[in-house]
């Protein structure tokens, strides 16, 4: 069978490969510590399950409107203004299968054939492959350790031609933790404007910062900015709600209409009654005691972890102020991260996410997202297994 182009154009989710290779080991008994996955390690909270099975028990069963039902866009309009002071309507949300098919549906109804998008190396997986489905051009901008992984104004504005479209930003960060603080986020508003383009905000980790780190939306920076700045989120990280696959995307009405007509097409509506718990997540107080919970195990496990990593001889690495991830240097190592991570899986049962996965080969992505004891073990066999190579 002959497929059709674009698939060879798109490479596979190393995350989501070496994940599943590391549970089938787990499944034939292998003792793994696996740092793989970018899901927290915690149950949904109870008050969002009983909301979803009460929406079960009421009969929330049937096809919905395909931009969601209206009682959790009305929640997601009063969240944006409550707690990022943007205002929006029901009419400039759309829910989606979860916070990446909200940036696919972006991708496929902003971006054209020839279309530039910018974006920040290291970065998600995702992010290069659907600008490709959706016949763009990915434009690549690399950062460093130096600059904390964060793109600065003026390599923004290097970048932008006459055919950029939109610029991602994503802080906090999947692969690298890393915040753009208030200042810094003005800064890249103020390029935005200049330029008219457009930006993707992915702020699916906003909950999970640490250390005093602060998120700003950067549509909350000016109101110039904020027609410009489309918001892809998601109840996936802070209320471990990995599975549920509700996901939303707030911007310029017309582009909500668009993207609405793609999933009309595509995937109707979300799961009605997982929409329920997410109604929950957002206007059930008890939300914010679990979220807080589960954000002081992160902090308490990012700090263990990098103390563990950064003792070791040969590898280093930045601290990280939100979500999950830490990201390592294995320069010194003289291998790719690739070799690199097969090599940990293979002698030692740890499982790490190669860094070519984001663009960064001479790094690993490790996950916290699990509990301290297999942070202890795990550190401990990535550590023997420096030892071995140096």
Known sequence: MKLAARVSQVTPSLTLAIDAKAKAMKREGIDICSFSAGEPDFDTPEHIKQAAADALKQGKTRYGPAAGEPLLRDAIVSKLQRENGLTYQPENIIVTNGGKHSLYNLM???????????????????????????????????????????????????????????????????????????????????????????VVSDEIYERLLYDGAEHLSIAAASPEVFDRTIISHGFAKAYSMTGWRVGYLAGDADLIKAASKIQGHSTSNVCTFAQYGAIAAYEDPRSNESVELMRQAFAERRQAIFDLVSAIPGLSCAKPDGAFYLMIDISKLGKTSLEFCDGLLTEQKVAAIPGIAFDADDHIRLSYATDMATIEKGIDRLAAFVKSKL
């Open 108 to 198: 496929m109804a902003m971006i054209d054939p020839g279309d530039e998008v910018i974006i920040p190396a290291p970065f998600w997986v995702s992010y290069p492959e659907m600008v490709k489905l959706a016949g763009g051009t990915p434009v690549i901008v690399q950062t460093t350790a130096e600059t904390q992984f964060k793109i600065t104004p003026d390599q923004l504005r290097q970048a932008i031609t006459e055919k950029t479209k939109l610029f991602v930003l994503n802080s906090p960060s999947n692969p690298t933790g890393m915040v753009y603080t208030p200042d810094e986020i003005r800064a890249i508003a103020e390029v935005i404007v200049e330029k008219q383009i457009y």
